[in-house]
């Protein structure tokens, strides 16, 4: 059984995608152990608590600096013994430290198709009102293992949306969550728990 644990900085919409997946059968052999938030306030915690998954928040502002914060955050982890780290819109930088002790077990959701509209700055709604103002005809989602770059990792899963005349950030962000993030996100997360490493 490979053990999951979820990091989230907002509503958890992924998250919600992760756990249907795991009730409804199309993820097996994996459970999720924890939610961790660097944000009080985030839904994704609620969601973490409602299924009975533990929910943890650690937010940098507690902290006397970030180097910390990060020992903290390491040492919260490897208290769960996780095989897998799923990185679902969490907005904090991941530690060195932790990139190197869970190399090829951490990985990542981003809004577009890696190699375009990523890196530093692009997150959130950012992404999606760069890919407009660029004139994209496609863009989609891709989930990748996470490394000491930004979205720079080995490329698991992608899955290309179509963006459709009069799109507005919020209306292409919603579509590329509905049909991209919320079905390669899981499906990712089924292969790695069933011995299937690479994309499709």
Known sequence: MLRVGVMVSGGGTNLQAILDAIDGGSITNASVQ??????PGA?????????????????PKSFPDRAAFNKALLEKVNEYQLDLIVLAGFLVTI??????????RIINIHPSLIPSFCGVGYYGLKVHEAALARGVKITGA???????????GPILLQKAVEVKEGD???????????????KILPEAINRIANGERSGS
Not at 43 to 59: D, F, T
Not at 95 to 104: A, F, L, N, T, V
Not at 142 to 152: I, L, R
Request: charged share 30%; aromatic share 6%; net charge negative.
């Open 34 to 39: 924890v939610v961790i938030s660097n944000n």
């Open 43 to 59: 839904y994704a915690l609620e969601r973490a608590k409602s299924h009975g998954i533990e929910a943890v928040c650690l937010s």
């Open 95 to 104: 530690p060195p430290e932790m990139i190197k002790e869970y190399r090829g």
């Open 142 to 152: 891709t989930v990748h293992y996470v490394d000491e770059g930004v979205d720079s």
């Open 168 to 182: 507005t950030p919020e209306v292409l962000q919603r579509r590329v969550m509905e049909e991209a993030e919320w």
